[in-house]
Structure formats: structure tokens, C-alpha cells
């Protein structure tokens, strides 16, 4: 009996585990139920994709030219008398810079006028003798050999005179030759010769370089000049700006560093071998800051991309095939695509692979975003001020909101399509 109870309590013992198990875990699954349920959508702007046309600036790399620079030759032979300038000063056009043995050509000139007062009056004299002999000829008194070398003698003379005062011209010509002057306005070199050296004609004396204003040439990639010859011929597009940073500019508190220009001249053909075509802008240089052969940046300001699907800096992550963005599906849960960027300008980067026209991209709150989450869409505002996580992107610029761009309501931005700002031209 003892044996029987003992089996019974045994049993009582296993049916109060097993119950207690099936309450433990009764409770399990009541928290679990709790802990399943959904958190809240994550806020964040979304930018619909819809192509337009952005303006953008660009640097090129570019040596600044002076073409009208010109070597100072002496003209004439001499001594080396005088040097009227200091090196490095700013001379005028017609600026007296050297004068070489004035005196000599002085006295070659008076000779000359000398000459030239004997041929006359030797003429003056041929033709008295020439109408005497005409009017002898014309009474019969003399013979016409007579009278034909009379003509013959006043020829002569006549050709005397023509011949002296081209004399006199080019001793004048000498003359003026002893006194170097300045072609061109311009910054004077060093002197290659010293005062008191015999100098002959062709010796280089200086050389005289303008630098206000300057040129400056540098090659566009031929993508650059297609759309910035496009863009001239668009009526009402922006027009492009050129500027010349100094390379050393950051180093200066109290002077102008950069420099705008014209952009004057755009190549009518691609170099075959680069692929870029040749340019040229003009730009004032009132603080002659800028020295030809000097190596600068020129930058087009304002230059158009047109019809491209672009993103702001901080929409774009790395990630670890590469850059991406994050995209809303169409239940609003956020994707990952990775994407291939293009050019990176004003705050903005252009992709050019892996996105398209309608796709709704997720341009804030990236830290606290994962795939799969659920968002609320937010519209965009169009700030692009915030620092890109991945400044990849080629050429970037300084950030500016997207120009043509409105905020949409429907969680996502509109923006002014390449065609409508085309038709609003």
C-alpha cells in the first residue's frame, strides 16, 4: 500500500511540472508577443528623382601668357651711353629705356641735311641751264644734242635730290634709333648689356612683358566644351564666369587673390590626341599680382549640366561594394542600392548609374537608417549645406540648394526638368 501511495504522489509530482512548464511557457509567449511589435517609421527627407539641368563650377589647371611681350633690340651700332630705367619698373609705351652714341649719329645727320641743300641747289641750277638751252634750241642757235644734254643734266640732278633726302631719312631714321623706347607698356627686365659696352645691331638689350591685362589659355575636356558651347547659344542661361585664383592666395590677408575675366575664345576643334579643346580668358591685372609663365586655376563659374539626376553630398554612403543611397520601396521601408557617381558640384553629386527618374531617395537621418526600415517621408527643404560622408565625387564645389527645385508634399522634392526649364527659356 505504502508502495501504491508512493507511485501515486510520483505521478501528482510530474503533473504539477509539467503544468508549471506549460505556464512558464504560456508566459514566454505573451512577452514575446509584446516585444514583436512593430517600432514606430523613422523620419527622414526623401527626394524624388526627376531629371534637370545644374549649374556648377569647374577648375582647370592653366598657365597665364603674355603674347605681346617684346625682346628690346638695338637697331643701330654703338656705345652703350645710358639706361634710363630700374628693373622691374612699369614703363609706358614710348619710354626712353637705353641711348646708344647719340653724338655720331647726330653728326651723320647733319651731313646728310648738307647733302641734300647741295643737291638741291645743283638741281635749281640744272634747270635754269635746261629752259636757257630750251629757248637757244628753239631760235636755232644751238644744236639739240645741245639742248638734250641739258635735259639729261637736270635729270640727274632731280634724281641727286631724291636720292639725298632718302639719305637724311635714314640717317634721322639712326637718329632716332639711339634712343631705345619701350614698344609696348609693360614690366622692364634686367638689362642684358652694361652701360659702356659696344653694342651692334641685333644685340638684346631687355625685354618688356606686359601684365595688365594677361591671358590666360588652358584645354576643356570636350564634354565641358560641348555644354558650355550649348549653354551660349541658349537664350537666358546663365553666363559663365571665369576666375583666377592665385596659388598662394591663402598666404595673403590684405590683397586680392583672384581675378575675374572674359572668357573670350572657345576652340572649334578637339585635339585628337587629348581629346580637349584649346581656350582663352582675358582678365584685368590692376596689382600686376599674376607674372606670365605663372602656373594658376581658372575657374568656370556657372557651367550647365543638363538633363542629369543628381543627389545632395549626404545622400550618398559608402558602402562596402562601393558608394550608395538608400531608396523607398513602395511600402516606404528603406532599400540600399549602390550607384555610380558622376561629378560632384555645390553640394550636389550627379549618378549615373543605379538610380532613375521617379526613384524616392532618403537625404537625412543616414546615421540612424538601416535597410529594411520603416520611414516616414518627410519633404525635402533642399539644404545641401550638411558635410557629404563620401566626397568621392569628382570636382566637387561648395554647397548651394539645387537651382529650379521646389519642395514637393507628398514626401519627396519636385524639381524643374531639363524640357521645362528649356520651354521657360
Do not use: C
Given at each position: 500500500m505504502n508502495q501504491k501511495f508512493a507511485r501515486r504522489i510520483q505521478g501528482w509530482s510530474l503533473i504539477g511540472v509539467f503544468s508549471l512548464l506549460l505556464v512558464a511557457c504560456g508566459g514566454n509567449d505573451d512577452k514575446k508577443d509584446e516585444g514583436q511589435q512593430a517600432p514606430p517609421p523613422k523620419q527622414a527627407q526623401v527626394q524624388t528623382l526627376k531629371p534637370f539641368d545644374l549649374e556648377m563650377d569647374k577648375t582647370y589647371p592653366a598657365m597665364v601668357r603674355s603674347d605681346r611681350s617684346v625682346d628690346i633690340i638695338a637697331r643701330v651700332d654703338g656705345t652703350l651711353e645710358q639706361q634710363h630705367y630700374r628693373a622691374g619698373d612699369i614703363v609706358q609705351k614710348g619710354d626712353i629705356l637705353f641711348?646708344?652714341?647719340?653724338?655720331?649719329?647726330?653728326?651723320?645727320?647733319?651731313?646728310?641735311?648738307?647733302?641734300?641743300?647741295?643737291?638741291?641747289a645743283s638741281a635749281n641750277e640744272a634747270q635754269r641751264d635746261y629752259e636757257r638751252y630750251q629757248r637757244l634750241y628753239q631760235n636755232g642757235s644751238i644744236s639739240q644734242q645741245q639742248r638734250d644734254q641739258a635735259l639729261s643734266q637736270r635729270d640727274t640732278s632731280r634724281a641727286a635730290v631724291a636720292q639725298s633726302q632718302a639719305a637724311l631719312k635714314s640717317a634721322r631714321i639712326d637718329l632716332d634709333y639711339t634712343d631705345v623706347k619701350a614698344p609696348v607698356t609693360g614690366q622692364v627686365s634686367l638689362n642684358e648689356v652694361n652701360v659702356g659696352n659696344y653694342v651692334a645691331r641685333q644685340t638684346e638689350l631687355a625685354q618688356v612683358t606686359p601684365v595688365d591685362p594677361l591671358e590666360v589659355r588652358f584645354s576643356l575636356p570636350q564634354d565641358d566644351a560641348f555644354a558650355l558651347r550649348r549653354q551660349r547659344h541658349m537664350e537666358n542661361a546663365p553666363?559663365?564666369?571665369?576666375?583666377?585664383?592665385?596659388?598662394?592666395?591663402?598666404?595673403?590677408?590684405t590683397t586680392d587673390t583672384s581675378l575675374?575675366?572674359?572668357?573670350?575664345?572657345?576652340?572649334?576643334?578637339?585635339?585628337?590626341?587629348?581629346?580637349?579643346?584649346?581656350s582663352r580668358a582675358v582678365f584685368e591685372n590692376p596689382q600686376n599680382l599674376f607674372l606670365p609663365g605663372q602656373f594658376v586655376r581658372v575657374k568656370l563659374k556657372n557651367l550647365m549640366r543638363f538633363h542629369v539626376l543628381a543627389v545632395p553630398e549626404v545622400a550618398v554612403t559608402e558602402g562596402?561594394?562601393?558608394?550608395?543611397?538608400?531608396?523607398?520601396?513602395?511600402?516606404?521601408?528603406?532599400e540600399s542600392r549602390f550607384v555610380t557617381m558622376g561629378e560632384q558640384a555645390r553640394g550636389w553629386i550627379i549618378l549615373t548609374e543605379g538610380?532613375?527618374?521617379?526613384?524616392?531617395?532618403?537625404?537625412?537621418?543616414?546615421?540612424?537608417?538601416?535597410?529594411?526600415?520603416?520611414?516616414?517621408?518627410?519633404?525635402?527643404?533642399?539644404?545641401?549645406?550638411?558635410?557629404?560622408?563620401?566626397?568621392?565625387?569628382?570636382?566637387g564645389g561648395s554647397a548651394s540648394n539645387m537651382p529650379g527645385q521646389s519642395t514637393g508634399v507628398s514626401g519627396g522634392s519636385d524639381q524643374t526638368s531639363a524640357d521645362e526649364r528649356s520651354s521657360n527659356h
Open positions: 641711348t646708344i652714341e647719340k653724338d655720331t649719329y647726330q653728326a651723320a645727320a647733319a651731313q646728310a641735311q648738307a647733302d641734300l641743300q647741295s643737291a638741291r553666363k559663365v564666369g571665369v576666375e583666377l585664383d592665385f596659388p598662394y592666395g591663402q598666404d595673403s590677408a575675374e575675366g572674359d572668357l573670350d575664345f572657345l576652340g572649334d576643334r578637339v585635339d585628337e590626341s587629348t581629346s580637349t579643346v584649346q562596402l561594394k562601393g558608394p550608395q543611397i538608400f531608396v523607398l520601396n513602395d511600402n516606404n521601408e528603406a538610380i532613375a527618374p521617379g526613384d524616392r531617395v532618403i537625404v537625412s537621418n543616414l546615421g540612424g537608417i538601416s535597410g529594411g526600415d520603416k520611414i516616414d517621408p518627410q519633404p525635402f527643404d533642399g539644404n545641401t549645406d550638411e558635410t557629404p560622408r563620401d566626397p568621392s565625387g569628382k570636382d
